[in-house]
């Protein structure tokens, strides 16, 4: 019992020898004693879940704005979701569970208000003062902005949650030289990358069909959709239409994971990937879909960016937050001194525009928009939460 309770016993059985185990985790920036009954990846998803930027993501828009209804996605059920979507894959592959979960469950921290037509406003008005983009951010989250301990600033995750995340899909630069040397991303990280995409894809034709503005003669159109749709009928007959949507897109989501443990078990065979050295050499990625479920998937998320992501309600909404976000950000830096005490306090050290952009970058959509009534409004009186 004492050795099945051991993290590092328990990974030693369960794992496989691609896996990333934690006791050869490059540890944290600030040195702590780690615990004894949970491995330094368990406390990483430990300290997410209770991060104040964690608590957020609720009231962050996924495809629809919070006030838009209450049984929509936000970012806070995008990220669960992409949990337990990235856990059951990385069961089926033997991979650390833990981690990825971490990974997960961190993976939208950095993401502003309003999606990325909040990140594309906050990117181009920090165009000559260092740049923004939502992975970068999520660093600068768990690394500095949340306050909760007085030994060290940000919440002191493990250098592979750190990594995985300034590295989701692939994307970061070179002032980041910190985690270019490691090679290939681990497959835990490959699987939360697949997961996410995964995910949104499925729950976005979901929270479509919910707002109207998707149905589901459009969605028979979608070979990925109509080919589950058609597996529902043979099983069950005739469905309500609503009720056939949520079937379907359960059977995509099986449909996938299989393709995907599928394929990337023969591309572990295939590439000899039989260590955590062989995952950091491959010179591509190993988790991956079939070419004919990437096919696939690529028509849906072409039917998703015309028929949802570009319907015209969701650029109205994505154009008002960025008008939102664009006239805070000059208001305050025409008068710095309406920032709350810790940022302004902040813009000594990083400068008054990154200070602006991190106060910005951590509001929820209803947050924000109270800001904008607050500093806009002749009704308001201008008090609000620090």
């Known amino acids: 019992m004492t050795s099945f309770l051991d993290p590092a016993r328990r990974e030693e059985l369960l794992l496989a020898p691609y896996a990333m185990p934690s006791a050869a985790s490059r540890g944290r920036q600030h040195g702590e004693s780690e615990s004894g009954h949970r491995s330094i990846y368990q406390r990483d998803r430990d300290r997410i879940v209770h ?27 995008h990220s669960l979701e992409v949990a337990q979507v990235s856990r059951s894959v990385a069961r089926l592959l033997g991979l650390n569970e833990d981690l990825v979960e971490a990974i997960a469950l961190s993976h939208d921290l950095g993401h502003p208000p309003y ?42 995750l493990s250098w592979e949650v750190r990594e995985a995340v300034v590295r989701h899909y692939g994307r970061f630069d070179g002032e980041l030289a910190e985690f270019g040397e490691a090679g290939g991303a681990l497959l835990e990280a490959q699987v939360v990358d697949i997961g996410d995409s995964l995910a949104y894809d499925n729950h976005d034709i979901d929270d479509g069909v919910r707002s109207g503005y998707v149905t589901l003669a459009d969605l028979l159109e979608v070979e990925l959709f109509a080919e589950a749709a058609e597996a529902v009928r043979r099983e069950h007959g005739e469905l309500p239409d609503r009720l056939l949507v949520t079937r379907a897109v359960s059977r995509m989501i099986h449909a996938e994971i299989l393709d995907l443990v599928e394929e990337t078990r023969a591309r572990i065979a295939a590439g000899r ?8 050499a491959a010179r591509e990625d190993v988790v991956a879909f079939s070419a004919p479920m990437q096919e696939k998937k690529r028509g849906m998320q ?63 959509d209803r947050y924000c928009l109270q800001e904008y009534q607050r500093l806009f409004s002749p009704l308001s009186d201008g008090h609000g939460p620090q």
């Open 51 to 77: 991060s104040t930027a964690f608590r957020r993501l609720e009231y962050k828009t996924q495809v629809f704005v919070n006030h838009e209804g209450d049984h929509f996605r936000t970012r806070l059920t």
């Open 302 to 364: 072409e039917f998703l960016h015309a028929r949802l992501y570009r319907h015209y309600r969701c650029r109205r909404m994505a154009e008002k937050g960025k008008r939102f976000l664009g006239a805070l950000f000059e208001e305050y830096l025409r008068e710095p001194g309406q920032l709350p005490p810790w940022h302004l306090a902040r813009a000594e050290e990083v400068g008054l525009h990154r200070a602006i952009c991190d106060y910005l970058a951590g509001m929820t």
């Open 273 to 280: 990937i039989d260590s955590l050295e062989a995952v950091r």
């Open 115 to 156: 999606g990325h037509a909040g990140e594309d406003e906050l990117a181009a008005r920090m165009t000559e003062h260092g740049g923004f983009n939502h992975n970068r951010h999520c660093l600068r989250v768990v690394d500095q902005l949340e306050q909760r301990y007085p030994d060290f600033p940000g919440l002191n």
